[in-house]
């Protein structure tokens, strides 16, 4: 089994590897870590080999940089994808790896509750066909406090709405909430719906977004 993290050289990329790492140990599986290069980048600026050589050089040692963050019970392999879109890239890998899930991280863009859902990762969740885990903003320094496994627990909490109930409830760092995909366009594609989008408003630990079965 295989986890797949989608790294940036940036404090998002950084909870991504932390939340990757826990989940990577709980499954018992090893670790993936990729960057997607966009093929057309700049290739009015540079003849487009060199560029691409340059570009895929630094890639490289940005991985090798996270991957030392990695600990040495977690089987870990870094992979510089080129593709012409961040989300196709990233969704094509995952697919390549047989992924149990892909780990994003904040990345700018909208933020909502502990959530920054920059541009790559809406497009991730109303496109991909494989599981998304989104981790909050600073879950990383939360994590090392932990027993370095994600732990799930079933409660229940009433109240008036979904971000009311969730509130109502004591989360841990190490801990994770899941929400399916709301009906999607194809079969087999994650869609964020608003129940899924009420529970960003609220939560800081890791939200695990699941695509529907096939429908046909």
């Known amino acids: 089994m295989r986890v797949l993290v989608a790294y940036l050289a940036t404090s998002g990329g ?15 599986a090893d670790l993936d870590i990729a960057m997607v290069v966009p093929q057309d980048r700049a290739a009015h600026l540079l ?43 990233l969704i ?3 697919q390549r790896l047989d992924a149990a899930a892909l780990v994003v991280g904040g990345a700018g863009g909208g933020l909502i509750g502990g959530h920054t ?4 990762v809406n497009e ?12 909050p ?3 990383r320094t939360s994590l090392r406090n932990s027993d ?10 009433e109240a008036i709405s979904v971000e009311t109930a ?24 994650l869609t964020l719906g608003s129940t899924a989008a009420k529970k960003l408003r609220t939560l800081d630990v890791p939200m695990l977004v699941i695509p529907p079965v096939d429908a046909a």
């Open 14 to 28: 950084a909870d991504a590897v932390a939340v990757g790492v826990r989940l990577a140990r709980t499954l018992h």
């Open 148 to 157: 370095g496994s994600v732990h799930g627990t079933a409660r229940l909490a």
């Open 117 to 120: 859902l920059g541009s790559v």
């Open 92 to 94: 094509a890998e995952a």
């Open 166 to 189: 969730i509130a109502t409830l004591e989360w841990h760092a190490d801990q994770l909430i899941t929400a399916g995909s709301s009906r999607p366009v194809q079969p087999r594609r």
């Open 47 to 89: 003849p487009s080999t060199s560029f691409d050589d340059v570009l895929v050089e630094q890639t490289e040692q940005w991985l090798a940089e996270a991957a030392e963050f990695v600990p040495a019970d977690v089987p870990v392999s870094t992979h510089v994808v080129l593709h012409d879109s961040v989300a196709g890239g």
């Open 124 to 135: 991730l969740l109303h496109s991909s066909p494989v599981p998304i885990l989104l981790s």
């Open 137 to 139: 903003r600073g879950i």
